[in-house]
């Protein structure tokens, strides 16, 4: 068994970075570890503009710690009315990478979602042409839908129906949850791929229940039950290229956590790299981390693989209780593996 592994610098395919305070407390801790990141557009407002976008992009670099070079990649939010000249003219400049599609309240920060895909088929029509991604939260919002069901429920009535409509576009499935899902994107056999989180490998529901109603581990999509974390883990470590790295960190105050209603979004952004290669390495997959993490992503989304290269070594890291105020993934938790810093 190896005890040193290094990988080509990894990126991470989906994160939430917020704004203000918040962006300075956590940007560090993705800065870190990854090289390039899709940023999510879920700001209050949203960022459904070009300019919105470079602004925010701005605000982030400043964010960055000195020394660090980070890449932020920008996502459009797209909403009932967003033009499809707005994603192209930002698509063709480099500010959008790609666009979000969140259906109307499905998550935080998503009440300018979508409320029809059918009534932004031109947008859609638009980003197949110009090759632009669109990333999906797959989840129908359906009060009568079981919360549980309601990724699969999605990729059947809306996801199924839009490859079909759409072959051309390039969709990520972000934060697949399902053993569904995990079918659904190995089967395709060209422009779909989805982001699994560190999260929905290493724990099931019960993780929610432990003791309590322990809202640490409150997500959307909702974390599923044992037979779906399998599915997830043998997707993620199978060296598939359509199964790549993409966090989901989703930091919260604590007074948004702690309370009758508590925000859903689990902050792992401290110590994702070393909760993946956990997973890989329980797996006897550690040579497939490499893909995953640092080469799959860019081959979907065009880009080049990143031209420096992190080590992780097999010496235990406690993951403190808290970080910044926040709790992160893991805490109180010992973690095998670490990120050589300064070699
Ligand atoms: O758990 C989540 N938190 N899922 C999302 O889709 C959004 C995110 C957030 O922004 O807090
Ligand atoms: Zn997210």
Redesign the pocket.
Known sequence: MPDRLTLIAPDDWHV?LRDDTMLARVIPHTARSFARAIV?P?LRPPITSVDAAMAYRKRIQAACPDGLTFEPLMTAYLTDHIAPEELEQGFADGVFTAAKL?PAN?????AAGVTSLDGIDAVFTCMARIGMPLLI?GEVTDADVDVFDREAVFIERHLRPLRERHPELRIVLE?ITTEQAVDFVGSADRNLAATITPHHLQINRNAMFLGGLRSDF????VIKRERHRLALRRAATSGDARFFLGT?S?P?PREGKETSCG????FNAPYAIESYAQVFDDEGALDQLEGFASRHGPAFYGLPVNSHEITLERVPVEVPDRIDGLVPFHAGEHLPWRVVRDL
């Not at 499905?106 to 998503?110: G, L, M, V, Y």
């Not at 409150?218 to 999509?221: A, I, N, S």
């Not at 925000?263 to 689990?266: K, P, R, S, V």
């Open positions: 939430h999510m879920n969140y499905a998550t935080t920060n998503s939260h934060h409150y997500c959307l999509p989901d989703a919260h925000c859903a979004g689990i």
